[in-house]
């Protein structure tokens, strides 16, 4: 089986985001992930609802938004309206997680929870059935371009057995410093789906790594 694509918008030129689009309109992603990061939860500030309208409407791949903001339960329904297929929220900004989960399912979309690198994936036994994906940072939220977390491959081995334990069908998603070197050593640990920034948007050719992305086949 292939892995699943997600390469993140935000290393994509601004400035011609209809372009960057329908280049990955073009190519094998299978999401285009959306980073929403609100200068509190994260020491950064991205972009919000009209961008993610904007990229919407010219998106022909689901999109799937990492929502990197304190009290997210209070834009679900706004990004679900701007057109979020998947909304992932922190763990470490839902006080009541249980609940939000239902809100964004509630909402049509599918639950996505995203960890911190510090935080235990024995946090999610107790939801671990009603996570769609869980989205392992494997940097510290905030920035693109960062370097990779080496302790992120024992995090997928202990995710994975959790979700097998309970019979449930989430997804594993890595986010953060996932380029060619390490994709195959993911994959091999047990993650479904790899999102890439900087590795697919600064490549001379973006359509090419993300086909190179996608064959990586388990022997
Ligand atoms: C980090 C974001 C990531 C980021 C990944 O806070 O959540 O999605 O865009 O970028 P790269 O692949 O460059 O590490
Ligand atoms: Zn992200």
Known sequence: MSPLIAPSILAADFA???KEVEMLNSSQADFIHIDIMDGVFVPN???GIPVTQAIKRHAKKPLDVHL???EP???LEA???SGADIISVHHEACPHLHRTLQVIK???AKAGVAINPHTNVELL????????MVCLMSVNPGFGGQKFIE???GKISRLKDLILAYGASTKIEIDGGVNIQNASKLIAAGADVLVAGSFVFNSPNPINTINELKSIRLI
């Open 73 to 75: 339960d209070r834009y």
């Open 151 to 153: 302790n992120t491959y």
């Open 79 to 81: 990004f679900r309206d």
């Open 125 to 132: 036994r107790d939801v671990i059935q009603d996570i769609d």
């Open 106 to 108: 509630s909402l049509g």
């Open 16 to 18: 011609n985001l209809q």
């Open 68 to 70: 990197m903001i304190v």
């Open 45 to 47: 500030i991205s972009f």
